[in-house]
């Protein structure tokens, strides 16, 4: 459940610092707009997750959360009319995978110095 709770928190400032960035209030009604695809999304990644039984803190897992994270907040923004502009799905895709996938490769390459282990990429 924490791992959880680290990709949801992520997800969540990913949708306010984009808020911000357009000079739209970070948290708020037009938040809940923002971040509810992502969310979802994030959601059927962490379903897969788990129905793969796949450690929440791997790579692999940072995969899947990644990938579903963002098509399904796409195809959820594109349903419910909200914009997609390519520019957006660059940044989306970017600043999404930096967050879900790499916090995983930190987390697990400072396991890996502190117990004096090799890190792979598995």
Known sequence: MFVFAIDLLLVLAFCAIGRASHEEPALGAGFVETAWP???????????????????DTLAAGGVAFAVTVT????LRALSGQGTAVAFVIVAVLTLLVQLVGWRLAW????????????SAR
């Open 38 to 56: 992502f969310v979802v999304g994030l959601a059927g990644g962490w379903a897969l997750i788990l129905v793969r039984r796949l450690r929440p």
């Open 72 to 75: 399904g907040g796409m195809l």
């Open 108 to 119: 697990r390459a400072a396991r890996a110095l502190r117990g004096g282990r090799r890190v």
